[in-house]
């Protein structure tokens, strides 16, 4: 499948208008200037949030102070909206700016800053990040059954990290992990903050397609909230229940918790295949089908996404029929 990413057709390099990018791109950063949200709050080592806020004059003595780069633009197919697309949809990013991240692929900041829109922003970071990503734009190719039909986005649109202490011009930032409570409240700020939910249901309300890959139990638990809170009802396709959220002992704890509970684990999923059916509670007609599947970092549980494609054609099937 590596192939894939070189005969995809991207909304950014053919002119496609697209106005949750365009606000993404525009607004994201000034979320930094809010007190909870501050960037100052990021400067010690040790500290948790976006690497986009926490640009390092240490590193690049050229940035100006208190620099901080726009949150990434959403990667859309040409044709991201049509009804036999795919959204897939994961938690957060991962650090990718060169010097401050462990990956292989990494994206200039230069290059990053140097984006004069959204556009110009993805060509870069699909050349330079996307193609040829191993750790996870590779992995998701088995996912994704046409160049054209699909969105990939995460709920959060910044690169969730935990800063590291500059050194030799560069740093080795860690992927924040909501194992940790208090990385769960990290990843539910910014998950809950209002520009999040806005961008995210605009993007699932902005496509006819109706199938909604959720990469981890993160992404699912995120995206079943967010439906539920949209006004939509949720229910399990194998059991016909209808979703209720749980008491939960602390409130982040949905970061890092299966939505249906100790008996729909992601492994639960696959014999019967089973999802998450999206209904309008108005006519009981079905909108979306949102599908769980391992995080590409865990792909070795599923290896190549067999199973998941499996469970994946199941979902499909059922959609021919609303």
Same mark, same amino acid.
């Given at each position: 499948?590596?192939?894939?990413?070189?005969?995809?057709?991207?909304?950014?390099?053919?002119?496609?208008? =697209?106005?949750?990018?365009?606000?993404?791109?525009?607004?994201?950063?000034?979320? +930094?200037?809010?007190?909870?949200?501050?960037?100052?709050?990021?400067?010690?080592?040790?500290?948790?949030?976006?690497?986009?806020?926490?640009?390092?004059?240490?590193? +690049?003595?050229?940035?100006?102070?208190?620099?901080?780069?726009?949150?990434?633009?959403?990667?859309?197919?040409?044709?991201?909206?049509?009804?036999?697309?795919?959204?897939?949809?994961?938690?957060?990013?991962?650090?990718?700016?060169?010097?401050?991240?462990?990956? =292989?692929?990494?994206?200039?900041?230069?290059?990053?800053?140097?984006?004069?829109?959204?556009?110009?922003?993805?060509?870069?970071?699909?050349?330079?990040?996307?193609?040829? @990503?191993?750790?996870?734009?590779?992995?998701?190719?088995?996912?994704?059954? +046409?160049?054209?039909?699909?969105?990939?986005?995460?709920?959060?649109?910044?690169?969730?990290?935990?800063?590291?202490?500059?050194?030799?011009?560069?740093?080795? @930032?860690?992927?924040?992990?909501?194992?940790?409570? @208090?990385?769960?409240?990290?990843?539910?700020? *910014?998950?809950?903050?209002?520009?999040?939910?806005? $961008?995210?249901?605009?993007?699932?309300?902005?496509?006819?397609?109706?199938?909604?890959?959720?990469?981890?139990?993160?992404?699912?638990?995120?995206?079943?909230?967010?439906?539920?809170?949209?006004?939509?009802?949720?229910?399990?396709?194998?059991?016909?229940?209808? $979703?209720?959220?749980?008491?939960?002992?602390?409130? =982040?704890?949905?970061? *890092?918790?299966?939505?249906?509970?100790?008996?729909?684990?992601?492994?639960?999923? *696959?014999?019967?295949?089973?999802? $998450?059916?999206?209904? =309008?509670?108005?006519?009981?007609?079905?909108?979306?089908?949102?599908?769980?599947?391992?995080?590409?970092?865990?792909?070795?549980?599923?290896?190549?996404?067999?199973?998941?494609?499996?469970?994946?054609?199941?979902?499909?099937?059922?959609?021919?029929? $609303?």
């Amino acid at each position: 499948m590596r192939n894939f990413w070189g005969k995809v057709k991207l909304a950014c390099m053919t002119g496609v208008v =697209d106005r949750t990018n365009e606000d993404i791109w525009a607004s994201s950063a000034a979320i +930094h200037q809010q007190p909870a949200f501050h960037s100052g709050q990021l400067v010690a080592p040790g500290s948790a949030g976006p690497q986009q806020a926490m640009l390092d004059q240490a590193i +690049h003595p050229w940035l100006p102070a208190n620099c901080v780069a726009p949150w990434v633009p959403d990667l859309l197919g040409e044709e991201w909206t049509h009804r036999n697309g795919v959204l897939v949809v994961g938690s957060a990013l991962a650090g990718f700016i060169g010097r401050y991240s462990r990956r =292989d692929r990494v994206m200039d900041l230069k290059d990053y800053l140097a984006a004069q829109n959204w556009e110009a922003f993805q060509r870069v970071f699909f050349r330079d990040v996307v193609s040829g @990503d191993d750790d996870y734009y590779e992995r998701l190719c088995p996912l994704l059954n +046409h160049p054209s039909r699909f969105a990939c986005f995460d709920l959060v649109r910044t690169s969730l990290v935990v800063r590291s202490v500059a050194a030799m011009q560069r740093r080795n @930032d860690e992927n924040i992990n909501t194992r940790w409570p @208090d990385h769960r409240a990290v990843f539910a700020r *910014y998950a809950e903050h209002p520009k999040s939910k806005q $961008w995210s249901t605009a993007r699932l309300l902005g496509s006819q397609a109706r199938l909604i890959i959720a990469l981890g139990f993160t992404a699912e638990y995120g995206l079943v909230r967010l439906v539920a809170n949209m006004g939509f009802r949720v229910r399990d396709s194998a059991t016909g229940q209808i $979703w209720h959220e749980r008491l939960l002992r602390e409130p =982040d704890n949905w970061t *890092y918790g299966y939505p249906g509970g100790k008996g729909r684990s992601l492994a639960c999923r *696959y014999k019967p295949p089973c999802w $998450w059916q999206v209904e =309008d509670p108005a006519t009981g007609a079905p909108r979306w089908a949102i599908v769980p599947v391992v995080h590409p970092s865990s792909w070795g549980a599923d290896p190549r996404y067999q199973a998941s494609r499996t469970l994946v054609a199941a979902a499909r099937l059922a959609i021919r029929a $609303w």
